[in-house]
């Protein structure tokens, strides 16, 4: 079943390789018999699909999570290995269609308004007066 990761982008059953291990967590008995842990991995280096701007942009975007030059996603939160594949899947395409968005814009520092910062002083002179008020009265 190919990955369908937006519009543009469709990763090939044949690039996406599957591994199966005994999971943690509920399932009882069946737990200890059934492979239900579900570990996804794809090569990013040796895609086809990929443009090779989309390639550079994932190296450098997944370059903490990638083990020998592939990205490795696993699923074990339900008890069926059918739902951890597909859990495994979105997670993948979630992952690759987040690193190929584009950056967001950098923040402009602006100054802050005149009315702004008049209500700053005008706060910080009312927490004074608060602060004066509760001193003991001096003996004059």
Known sequence: MDLHVNDSLVI???ELSWNFSRSSGPGGQHVNTSDSRAE???VIGASRVLSPWQRERLLQK??????SGAVVVRASEERSQWRNRQIAMDKLALLVSKALAP????RKATKP?????????NAKSNRSVTKQLRQKPGRD
Do not use: H, M, N
């Not at 997944?62 to 083990?67: I, K």
């Not at 950056?103 to 950098?106: H, L």
């Open 12 to 14: 090939p059953d044949t």
């Open 40 to 42: 996804l991995s794809w």
């Open 62 to 67: 997944l370059a903490s999570r990638l083990v």
């Open 103 to 106: 950056d967001a814009p950098t």
């Open 113 to 121: 308004t005149r009315g702004s910062q008049r209500r700053r002083l």
